[in-house]
């Protein structure tokens, strides 16, 4: 039982280009979503799914989009990288959007952008 | 609008010390409350979950408590040793009969517990 799934961990590059954040999970939960954290910001919410084909955006979606097109997958792509989305990323999931069960975290992608 | 605060940022204490972290929300209507360990580098750990209902739970040396008549949980780590030296974040997730989905989070405390 793997969790949280994220790749890669670390990654550079170069304003304008794209790129996607793979996120796994194998517990079969509902819920997913995307975080960034930065300091003195704490995490904040970009993206996040309650199940396959349903997405809906966070607090800060500019500039990402997400699908889910299956219940283990919720990637994250940078449509076209900017320096203020330097950050580290986390991917979460629970079973529910709802639940007391608790929610389960990544190790996270370090995203520079030059 | 629900707000977290967790006071002080960073703590310093020895090893062996009992000590109590502390978070605050302003707003009581709550479905739980989730305490996260966080190391250096690595993502966010599960510790405690508190449910609107309960008002302590407990894991080992771990004990967190709800009081949500004054808007507060604390978490309070017994015999403190270096290994507890992380950042302890807590997150309040909205009651379900609202437009509010997302956990509101506070910005964490550093802990250092110095052999």
């Known amino acids: 039982n793997a969790g949280v799934t994220q790749t890669p961990k670390f990654q550079v590059l170069k304003t304008g280009q794209s790129m996607t954040l793979q996120c796994a999970q194998d517990?079969?939960?509902?819920?997913m979503s995307w975080y960034r954290q930065d300091p003195g910001m704490g995490l904040r919410l970009i993206h996040y799914s309650v199940g396959a084909g349903i997405t809906d955006q966070g607090e800060v979606p500019n500039g990402y989009n997400v699908s889910r097109s299956t219940t283990e997958d919720f990637p994250l792509r940078l449509l076209s990288a900017a320096p203020s989305q330097t950050s580290v990323y986390f991917c979460?999931?629970?079973?529910?959007?709802?639940?007391?069960?608790?929610?389960?975290f990544g190790d996270g992608t370090r995203l520079s952008i030059l | 609008k629900q707000e977290v605060t967790q006071i002080p940022a960073a703590l310093s204490v020895p090893e062996g010390e009992n000590l109590v972290l502390n978070c605050s929300f302003t707003?009581?209507?709550?479905?739980?409350l989730q305490w996260f360990r966080q190391d250096p580098g690595k993502g966010l750990t599960s510790l405690l979950l508190i449910q609107s209902s309960q008002r302590e739970q407990t894991s080992g040396r771990l004990n967190a408590s709800l009081d949500k008549s004054s808007g507060r949980s604390t978490l309070y780590i017994a015999a403190s040793q270096p290994g507890d030296s992380a950042t302890y974040l807590c997150a309040v997730a909205p009651p379900t009969d609202g437009n509010n989905r997302k956990l509101i989070w506070g910005l964490g405390t550093s802990l250092a517990v110095n052999p």
């Open positions: 707003d009581s209507a709550i479905y739980n």
């Open positions: 517990m079969n939960h509902e819920y």
């Open positions: 979460a999931s629970r079973i529910r959007i709802y639940s007391n069960q608790p929610q389960h």
